[in-house]
């Protein structure tokens, strides 16, 4: 049966599965897809995975094109959204995706199983989509550049697109349906939390790869907050830390190592001879290496070098950096002459100074003479003296 939708009143959204050519790679995508019903201006969305952290920001992502927000939302019975499907329309919604609902003040709705008609139009775009978009699609270097093409591809096919329903094309309807979206508030914290475990090796696993976290962390509890590009620890109520995202779905592949070595600066603080062969060192920019390798020639090297490395706990790295950079090109790597020009680098000394130009009061009538004989002078008129 034909649906009729008033301005403003609702979007359907739903999931396909299509594939690209990212950094050189045939990959396998999970693509939202999120159609206004009045105007149908639509726009679609590439992820790695179809979780709810992805959820989330194909939803933020879709309201700042459309520029607002309709009154409802409809959807199948997505695992993401509904916990349990009971008779009818009664629905065990997931709590985070009724917080995200909440936070941008849309009504959920959910289809009845197998009645895909009742979200018929996204249904269509999907199917639409492989033919204007996926087919005739470029090779990408990453998933965001892919991302943007997808979006500036929507909404250039907006002006191409006759409604049929209405007069004009979908652009026309979409500017007429836009005043009447809700407002766009702030994104919604779309995060999914995990409590972890800290390892006596300072890292944490997720999705098969493991991250360092700060050493005064080790052996304790920690709260990951997983976004579709970052993760972010948190401990006490503060950001410990943050990495990128890495998500390799290739099982036959080993879990990667993600260190940061600032992390670690605790523990050779303790135990300067960790500084030689830590793996998590082997991160280092390529001029705090370069002085490693000097240090560690010479006795009390390692200690030395510890010392160097602690400095971006107090001050800017890239200051540190420079000034480690500036002593390895004047041929004096040490701790000494590293701290005079971080000094010089973070409070520099006013040097041009104004000429002065001095009043002829002041002006010399008589020069001084050298003369280191009136010293003798002085000695043979004094005689012995004693200081006082």
Not at 202 to 227: G, K, Q
Request: hydrophobic share 40%; charged share 25%.
């Amino acid at each position: 049966m034909p649906l009729v939708f008033q301005p403003g009143e609702a979007f359907q959204f739903d999931w396909s599965e299509d594939w690209a050519t990212i950094g050189g790679e045939r990959v396998k995508l999970q693509v939202a897809h999120t159609k206004l019903s009045h105007s149908r201006a639509f726009i679609v969305r590439a992820y790695p995975l179809q979780t709810h952290e992805m959820l989330f920001d194909a939803h933020w992502h879709a309201f700042r094109v459309f520029g607002g927000i309709p009154g409802c939302g409809i959807y199948d019975n997505m695992k993401t959204a509904v916990d349990r499907v009971g008779r009818g329309k009664q629905r065990d919604v997931n709590a985070r995706f009724m917080a995200m609902a909440s936070h941008y003040v849309f009504e959920p709705e959910f289809c009845n199983p197998a009645a895909g008609w009742e979200k018929g139009q996204v249904e269509k775009n999907v199917r639409d989509a492989r033919n204007r978009l996926w087919q005739a699609m470029p090779v990408f270097k990453d998933l965001e550049e892919l991302n943007q093409w997808l979006e500036d591809r929507c909404i250039a096919l907006w002006s191409e697109t006759a409604h049929r329903a209405l007069p004009g094309t979908v652009s026309d309807a979409w500017a007429a349906e836009k005043p009447t979206l809700m407002p766009l508030p702030p994104a919604f914290d779309g995060f999914v939390e995990h409590s972890k475990r800290v390892s006596p090796t300072c890292l944490i696993t997720f999705e098969r790869n493991r991250y360092s976290v700060p050493a005064s962390f080790a052996n304790r509890r920690v709260s990951l907050h997983v976004y579709p590009e970052q993760l972010v620890l948190v401990a006490e109520g503060q950001t410990v830390c943050t990495h990128d995202r890495i998500i390799d779905r290739s099982h036959r592949k080993p879990g990667k190592v993600i260190y940061d070595w600032r992390h670690y600066l605790a523990v050779i603080q303790r135990k300067p001879g960790a500084l030689r062969n830590g793996a998590p060192f082997a991160e280092m920019p390529e001029a705090f290496r370069r002085l490693q390798d000097h240090m560690l020639r010479k006795e009390g090297g390692d200690r030395e070098m510890v010392d160097i490395l602690s400095l971006v706990l107090h001050h800017d790295e890239s200051a540190v950096l420079r000034a480690v950079e500036l002593a390895l090109e004047a041929g004096v790597p040490t701790k000494t002459h590293i701290l005079n020009l971080l000094h010089r680098l973070i409070d520099p000394k006013q040097t041009d100074h104004p000429e002065i130009d001095p009043p002829d009061a002041l002006a010399l009538e008589t020069a001084p003479k050298a003369n280191v004989g009136r010293y003798d002078d002085l000695r043979q008129a004094g005689g012995k003296r004693n200081a006082s």
